[in-house]
């Protein structure tokens, strides 16, 4: 699958044809690093006075590595694709070889680190309802209230837990109505391909 990039991004990428071999490696470095453990702003700084250029184009170089490295990962591009995504960019060939190098070591473990970042939510585990009807008390002898007591399990991870709601009809039909929308929602050409850029 080919990976097409922005006009942004691939002027971000174009200070790295007027550097050399090692500050690009350096770079790719940093954006691994920065991947697995966050972004520093002072790296910035101490490159961009190494370089003798602005920080933010320091930044910008940095960050669309990263873009490109984790997009590619999590996409599973091929060798042959990640060549022609990033042919756009006119790089010389000894940086292109560079850059598939860095991306091929390191696609497991960027793919790793992304699986760990990804949001963990409890989920559905069982429903146990029950229907309470009150027929009549002291103050009205026939009025009839119903309410549908719900008791909610989820489970996130091995701990599971318990979640006690209680509601009358027109609210129930109101939250059955939402989860249908939300179901529907995900059964749409746009939702899918969010589903299957996130896996």
């Not at 091929?78 to 560079?98: Q, T, Y």
Request: aromatic share 6%.
């Amino acid at each position: 699958m080919l990976l097409l990039l922005s006009d942004e991004h691939k002027e971000h990428l174009s200070f790295l044809t007027q550097v050399d071999a090692e500050v690009v490696k350096e770079f790719c470095r940093i954006s691994l690093e920065f991947i697995r453990k966050g972004t520093n702003p002072r790296v910035y700084q101490t490159a961009a006075q190494k370089l003798s250029v602005d920080a933010n184009t320091v930044r910008h170089g940095v960050e669309g590595l990263m873009y490109l490295l984790t997009e590619c990962s999590k996409l599973m591009v091929n060798e042959l694709d990640f060549r022609d995504s990033i042919m756009v960019l006119g790089f010389p060939e000894e940086l292109n070889k560079l850059l598939l190098s860095m991306y091929q070591e390191n696609c497991r473990e960027i793919r790793s680190v992304l699986s760990h970042m990804a949001m963990d939510i409890p989920h559905y585990h069982d429903l146990e309802w029950r229907l309470d009807v009150q027929l009549a008390g002291r103050a009205l002898q026939r009025r009839t209230e119903p309410q549908i007591v719900l008791r909610l399990h989820t489970k996130d991870g091995d701990k599971l837990e318990s979640h006690l709601l209680q509601m009358d009809p027109s609210n129930l039909q109101h939250l059955t109505q939402s989860l249908e929308a939300a179901l529907a929602e995900l059964k749409t050409q746009h939702c899918r391909r969010i589903m299957r850029n996130i896996k």
